[in-house]
C-alpha cells in the first residue's frame, strides 16, 4: 500500500498542476487514483473501463499482481546498481527475450525513445567502416520525442519550429516499395519502420511490404529496424508483430509493454551486429536495472503462464466482429483494423468528440491521427469486458451518426 492516500478532488490536483506542472500535454479535468485490471477510479471514485491502459503499457492491466509481486521483493533486495557490474536479473531478461525472438542479444534503456537512440546510433556504428549513414523512415511513423526519434519521426507537425533536426534521415511513403528503392543511395546505412504503425493509425502493412524491406535490405546490405515499442510484447498475439508477418529484423526495439507497467526499454540485435556498438560508444545509467527486469521477466513468465498470447487473438477477433458489425449499422465507421490487441476503427469524422464522450460514459480509449479510434486494452481482458466497452463505443458513434445526420 502506498503511504501516500489520495486526499484531493480532481480539481485540487488540478490546480496544482496549472501552478507547477509544465503543460505540455492536453489532460483530461480527472485525476486517478487506482487501478486494478482493466479498471481506474478517479479521485471521486468513478470508475473507468480503461480500453488504452496506459497507452498500452499496462497489456496485463492496471497492477498485474505477478509484477507488484516480483517488483516489491526485488525492492527490499536490490534497486540498482550501475551497468559496470554484472546482475542475474538483467543476464536472465536478455536471455528471456532472446529465446522469444531470434537469438540475438540485448542493450537496456528506459523509454522507447531511448531504444530507438541505440538503434540509430548501432547503426551509424556498423555502417561506419562504408561511410553510411542515412537511415529511411516512413511518413506518419512514430519513433518518440529525443531529436534522433524526433526526425526518424516523418510527421511535419512533431518537427515545428525545433529545426535544425539531425542530418541523415529520408523519407518514404508507408507502404511504396518503389519508393523505398529509389531512395536508397550509396550513403544509406538501414530501414527503419514499425511493422505496424501505431500513432499514425494502427495501419497495417500492405501484403508483402516487410518482405519486400527485407529483401532490399539484404540486397543492399542495410540493416532493417523494426520499431516494435507499440506492436511488441505481445500486443499483437505474436511476442513480437515481426513473427506474425514472417519478416525477421535484424534490429528491433521494445519499451511500452516491456516490464508489464513500468519503465523499461530494450534493443535487440544479433550477436554479430551487436559488436558495433562496441565499449564505451553508448550507456543507459538505469537501463537493465533490477527493478525493470524482475519486472520484465515477471511480464513475460505471467503472458506464457496464463495463455496470453492466445488470449489477445481471441479479444482481436471478438473487436473485428464488433466493430465490422458496427461498419454495417453506423456510417460514421469507414475501416477496421485489428491484430491482436491493436486495434483502429476508423471514422469519417474527427474522433475528439467520440473520445470525449466515451469518457462521460467511463469508458477511455484513445484518437489518434484525427480520425482513428484506437484501443489498447489488456491482453487479460475478459470477452464480456470487451463486449462491455463496444457496447459503450458503439452507442456513442450511432448517437453520434445520429447528430451527424440531423445538423446536415
Ligand atoms: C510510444 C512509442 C515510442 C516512444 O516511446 P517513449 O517511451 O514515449 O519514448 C516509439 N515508438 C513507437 C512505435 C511508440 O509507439
Sequence with gaps: MSNHNNTMSSEETEKLFQ?????????????LVRGEGPYVWDAEGDRYLDLFCGWGCNLLG????AVVEAVRAQLGRLIHVPNTWHTELQGLWAKALSERSF?????????GTEANEAAIKLARLHNAPRRRYKIITFEDGFHGRTFGSTTATAQPKYHEDLGPLMAGFVYAPFGDLDAVTKLIDDETAALMIEPIQGEGGVR???DGFLAGLRELADRHELLLIFDEVQTGCGRTGDWFAYQGFGVVPDVMTLSKALCGGLAGGAMLTTAEIAKSLRPGMHACTFGGNPIAASA?????EAV?????L??????GEVFRSRFEQLRGECDLVREVRVRGAMIGVELSIEGAETVRACLERKLLVNCTHETVIRLLPSMNLTEQQAHEGCDILA???KKQAGNHLSAQ
Design 19 to 31: 501552478r507547477y506542472v509544465i503543460p505540455n500535454y492536453g489532460r483530461y479535468p480527472i485525476s
Design 62 to 65: 492496471h497492477c498485474p499482481p
Design 103 to 111: 537469438g540475438g542479444q540485448a542493450f537496456f534503456c528506459n523509454s
Design 204 to 206: 497495417l502493412p500492405p
Design 296 to 300: 520484465g521477466l515477471a511480464f513475460i
Design 304 to 308: 506464457e503462464r496464463d495463455g496470453l
Design 310 to 315: 492466445e488470449n489477445a487473438k481471441r479479444l
Design 395 to 397: 452507442d456513442v458513434l
